[in-house]
């Protein structure tokens, strides 16, 4: 059974763009009241007297937009400085990270995923939801500050979508050639906007290796990461090619990792509430961290079973909740 040590932490489910995939203009988001947020405070005793105790060791912060959150440096600070943190990591779309890569990078953040779905500015507006071409120049600065302040690993993800992105995927793999960058390649869900999942289809990686693979060439690479993408590398590149394939092929007999939501819900599995416990209104109940381990323990045993659930269901059932307001 795999070892589920890794907690992606959601430090808000609000955002300051408004992708297609994930937040479409005019959905209704039911935003999370600011009193319900987990406070810093209420965040770190998860952590530390909680999380680290029944294992977990690997953190990523996560939204909604994390770096919206006022004190996402002092987070990144406090998590980082713990001895039993063994991996701190952060996903971001990047469009505040130029002014602040420095100080997150001191924080003790070393690794950053940032969401980089097309090079074109006016896709790119089109995906995110806004007019104004200085977003993709904003987001594009942040990449090359994070990179310049010494980010390592540093990956862009991106979503592919027919008939939006789909003809840039050539160009997007080629930043890897003389840059040693990790563009990784995930699967479009249904999980945000079902309309435009039915809408436009997705596209599964088997057909976009072979994209790659037949302009560039394509070798499975040496450089394994610790999570569910799959690793290639053009040959001759200095940057890798990653490849998650939630949609086409089912990796939940290795999901190491748990999702802690902005208002505090623990969820064993992305893709199935089942199970999910609310830890913020036991912490504010009074439940003792003691008490709140033995809940967390009992859903760590769980989380085999409740993969297998979400194996026989499938992945295309209806979701109640966005990946922002999970924590993607
Ligand atoms: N705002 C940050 C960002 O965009 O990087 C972090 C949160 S976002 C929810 C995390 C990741 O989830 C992003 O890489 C985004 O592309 C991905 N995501 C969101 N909705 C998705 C969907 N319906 N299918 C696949 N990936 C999705
Ligand atoms: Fe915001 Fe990230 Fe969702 Fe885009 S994918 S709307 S940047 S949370």
């Not at 592919?160 to 699967?187: C, K, M, Y």
């Not at 199935?272 to 009074?286: H, P, W, Y």
Request: hydrophobic fraction near 40%; include cysteine.
């Amino acid at each position: 059974m795999n070892q589920v040590d890794y907690l992606r932490i959601s430090l808000i489910d609000r955002c300051n763009f408004r992708c297609q995939y994930c937040m479409p203009e005019g959905a209704e988001l039911n935003y999370i009241l600011r009193q319900q947020l987990l406070t810093d405070e209420e965040l770190l005793i998860l952590i530390k007297e909680v999380f680290i105790p029944v294992g977990f060791t690997r953190f990523r912060l996560t939204g909604g937009e994390p770096l919206l959150r006022p004190s996402v440096v002092e987070l990144v600070r406090a998590i980082a400085s713990l001895p039993q943190t063994q991996d701190l990591a952060m996903t971001t779309n990047g469009f505040l990270l130029a002014g602040m890569a420095q100080d997150l990078y001191n924080g003790g953040l070393r690794r950053i995923n940032i969401s980089l779905d097309s090079l074109n500015p006016d896709t790119f507006n089109q995906i995110i939801g806004n007019r104004s071409r200085s977003r993709w120049r904003q987001v594009w600065e942040g990449i090359q500050t994070a990179h310049q302040v010494g980010f390592d690993p540093l990956k862009l993800n991106v979503v592919v979508i027919p008939g939006v992105n789909d003809s840039e995927v050539l160009d997007l793999a080629a930043l890897t050639i003389d840059r040693q960058w990790h563009v990784r390649f995930i699967e479009f869900m249904p999980i945000g906007n079902d309309q435009l999942f039915s809408d436009q289809g997705w596209i599964a990686s088997a057909q976009l290796r072979q994209q790659i693979s037949d302009a560039f060439g394509l070798r499975e690479s040496h450089v394994r990461g610790n999570g569910p993408a799959d690793v290639f590398q053009i040959p001759g590149a200095i940057g890798t090619l990653g490849f998650i394939s939630q949609m086409s092929e089912c990796f939940c007999d290795r999901c190491n990792r748990m999702r802690l939501s902005a208002d505090g819900w623990l969820r064993p599995c992305l893709l199935n509430e089942t199970g999910q416990i609310d830890l913020k209104t036991s912490l504010r109940a009074g439940v003792e961290p003691a008490q709140l381990r033995k809940q967390v323990g009992q859903l760590l045993t769980l989380k085999p079973e409740i993969n297998f659930k979400q194996r026989e269901s499938g992945t295309t059932s209806s979701y109640t909740r966005t990946m922002s307001q999970i924590g993607g």
